[in-house]
């Protein structure tokens, strides 16, 4: 693929994501109000985490086509490095959500498994702090970009865990989609994460890591927001 038939597939991708994804908070948003009262708390936790989500991602994926837009990443480096940094925190902040959604979902509680994912966070939020990690640049540092992944893949595939064990135990169909969803975005990811300096064209795995949130989205809208909502109808039709 050359580069030019590259930078046109990842510009319309960003741009088509973007609104979908915005599409998804603001119909869950507007509709919040119709959910099943047992469903309200899991639904609202799913809106602000993607809320969070498109937000961080508007800055990521929304200034790298500005970049392009602007003549390029590398002579935009500070733009797509402080886009990157913004998506950085958001997708910690939406792992941390989803912690409380399995939470909510399962009435659980907190154990010392889970307070030890949390622990993650602020570990990740430390290690980003560094100057080494150089937010101003295009690519990422060959050991601190990697470093500081590791706590976010910690907390992803421990919420991973928390959520399929749980909803293969309860015959949860809902979520044991959304935990395969998340299986599959950490598959795409990891080779991204260590192999994208050496190889580029690696990178282009963020785009199905990145429709297996936009997945996780609208089972989560079909699942707490449109299925409660028809069975609903159906009865109070019969």
């Not at 602000?48 to 961080?56: C, H, K």
């Amino acid at each position: 693929m050359s580069e030019e038939l590259r930078t046109m597939v990842e510009i319309g991708f960003n741009i088509l994501y973007l609104i979908v994804i915005w599409v998804m908070v603001i119909l869950m948003t507007r509709r919040l109000g119709g959910v099943d009262k047992k469903h309200h708390r899991v639904a609202n936790l799913f809106r602000w985490a993607f809320l969070l989500l498109a937000v961080g991602d508007t800055g990521h994926v929304g200034f790298r086509v500005l970049a392009y837009a602007r003549g390029g990443l590398e002579q935009n480096g500070l733009l797509v490095g402080l886009g990157a940094l913004a998506t950085a925190v958001t997708v910690t902040l939406f792992y941390v959500l989803m912690l409380y959604i399995w939470k909510e979902r399962y009435h659980a509680s907190f154990g010392w498994f889970e307070y030890l994912l949390l622990g993650s966070v602020p570990v990740r939020f430390l290690v980003m702090a560094f100057p080494q990690n150089e937010w101003g640049s295009v690519v990422t540092p060959a050991f601190w970009g990697p470093l500081r992944n590791i706590f976010l893949m910690i907390l992803g595939l421990g919420v991973l865990f928390l959520i399929l064990r749980d909803a293969l135990k309860a015959k949860d169909r809902l979520f044991r989609w959304i935990a395969y969803c998340i299986f599959f975005s950490y598959l795409f990811y990891t080779p991204v994460i260590f192999f994208v300096r050496e190889f580029p064209l690696v990178g282009m795995l963020m785009i199905p890591k990145t429709i297996m949130y936009v997945a996780i989205a609208v089972l989560a809208y079909y699942g707490l927001w449109l299925k409660p909502a028809r069975k609903k109808h159906k009865h109070q039709l019969a």
